[in-house]
């Protein structure tokens, strides 16, 4: 990679942040299990059912299984049926493997770390049926993980996308993507510092917080990503809709009005995308932001969640 090209990439790098940051929560609770060896974890299930359906949760970037907690917290309370699994994923804070932390070999990575999880939820409980949930980046891992897997095969009973991201903004240049992963192939180890990303500029993530000041909050902020990771979310992003015309599970996709990083049009379009034989569930919630299990209308949306959970359970998807 030349001079030009490197201060092109410097150029972008303000840009890309607004598509990649997501997750960030304050809470921090301690919490592994070797049982599931390279996989850290929070689980919230009843000690007095078993569950008659599962989520597993997918969290977003620079975000932890914690992200989870306010919903879990609602269905131990309200629906406790509904059991919540949510681990940590691959590259970001509170992976258990350090090294790993900041980086992601290949997108796949995700998909089979989804499937393995997933397996090991079906061990546990043999009986439920299985809801992705994925937030942000998550929602991005979950649905790719759905087109990757076996043809045939459903991965899971359910699928629910919280804030996906599903196409780059307008005001991120089409030349964009190409060019990152120009850099990813040519530095995929050099790392990016947040500070870099971010360009000195935040995004309000709900209405009392902004991502930066989440991120001061978090014990498990990364300070670097590298460039093949940033690569790999810029891929996710721009396959979204293509990956649409293939879910075959029964789907919710949530979408708070003030996301900054797609419109109600954006995700309406990704909707549509979806088979016409999928059911198909959209909600857009007025004057909420990205971090919808962290918004002011969270009661809201777990209630919405849990109503669909159960139409699920009783067979009406």
Known sequence: MNRRHFIRLAQVVPLLWVVLLSGCASLKFPSSDPEMNTFGYRQWVSDELEPEVVIIGIHGFCGASVDYTNLG??????????????????????????ERRGDIGRPSDWYHDLFAFTKLVRTKHPDAKIVWYGE??????????????????????GLILSSPIVRFRDDIPAW????V???????????????????????????????????????????KYTLRLIGALTKLIDGM?????????PILVLHGEKDYFN??????????????????TYINYPKA??????????????????????RLKSGEL
């Open 73 to 98: 917290h609602y269905l131990m309370r309200s629906h406790p049926s509904t059991a919540l699994y949510a681990y940590e994923v691959r590259g970001q804070g509170s992976d258990p493997i350090i």
């Open 136 to 157: 942000s980046m998550g929602a991005l891992i979950a649905t790719h993980a759905w087109d990757y897997a076996p043809q045939g095969k459903p991965p899971c009973d």
């Open 176 to 179: 964009t993507p190409g060019l």
């Open 181 to 223: 992963q120009v850099a990813a192939t040519a530095m995929p180890l050099a790392r990016i510092s947040m500070e870099t990303l971010a360009g000195g500029d935040s995004v309000q993530m709900t209405q009392i917080s902004t991502h930066d000041q989440q991120a001061k909050k978090n014990s498990y902020h990364v300070e």
């Open 241 to 249: 809709n293509d990956c649409a015309a293939d879910v075959r599970s």
């Open 263 to 280: 419109t109600d049009a954006d995700v309406r379009g990704f909707v549509a995308r979806l088979p016409e034989s999928t059911p198909s």
């Open 289 to 310: 932001y990205h971090l919808l299990m962290h918004d002011a209308r969270k009661e809201r949306v777990f209630r919405d969640v849990a109503r669909w959970v159960d």
